[in-house]
C-alpha cells in the first residue's frame, strides 16, 4: 500500500511558477512509475506528465512540454513537478499517482493504468 500526499499547488497570476511535490509512503519508491494527472471544472481528468522509477526519462504531454518538468527524488520518496510559465489553461485539481513496475522504461499515460493516487492540490492561474 502506497499513500501519496501532494502539496505546492495555489494562486498564481499568468506566467508565474509553482512547484508541487508529491510524497510517498513505503521502502520501494523506486519501484513505482509516477505521474500526474490534472482536472479542470467540468472536464474529464488528464495526463500531464509521467517518470520511471528511475526518473531517467519523464515524458510530458505536449501542452506542458518546455514548460514543466518532472523529477524525482528516490532517497526522499519524493517526485516534483516544476511548473513555469503558467497558463489560466494550467488550472485545475492536480493528482499524483504511483504504479508499481517491474522495472523498465515504459510510459503510464492513462489513469486506469495507475494503482494509488492522492487527494489532489489546487492551482489557480488567474489572467
Known amino acids: 500500500q502506497v499513500q501519496l500526499v501532494e502539496s505546492g499547488g495555489g494562486l498564481v497570476q499568468t506566467g508565474g511558477s509553482l512547484r508541487l511535490s508529491c510524497a510517498a509512503s513505503g521502502r520501494t519508491f523506486s519501484r513505482y512509475a509516477m505521474g500526474w494527472f490534472r482536472q479542470a471544472p467540468g472536464k474529464e481528468r488528464e495526463f500531464v506528465a509521467t517518470?520511471?522509477?528511475?526518473?531517467?526519462?519523464?515524458y510530458y504531454v505536449d501542452s506542458v512540454k518546455g514548460r514543466f518538468t518532472l523529477s524525482r527524488d528516490n532517497a526522499r520518496n519524493t517526485v516534483y513537478l516544476q511548473m513555469n510559465s503558467l497558463e489560466p489553461e494550467d488550472t485545475a485539481v492536480y493528482y499524483c499517482?504511483?504504479?508499481?513496475?517491474?522495472?523498465?522504461?515504459?510510459?503510464?499515460?492513462?489513469?486506469?493504468?495507475?494503482?494509488?493516487w492522492g487527494q489532489g492540490t489546487q492551482v489557480i492561474v488567474s489572467s
Open positions: 517518470i520511471t522509477g528511475s526518473g531517467d526519462r519523464p
Open positions: 499517482a504511483a504504479r508499481q513496475t517491474s522495472g523498465g522504461s515504459f510510459y503510464y499515460i492513462t489513469s486506469y493504468e495507475y494503482d494509488y
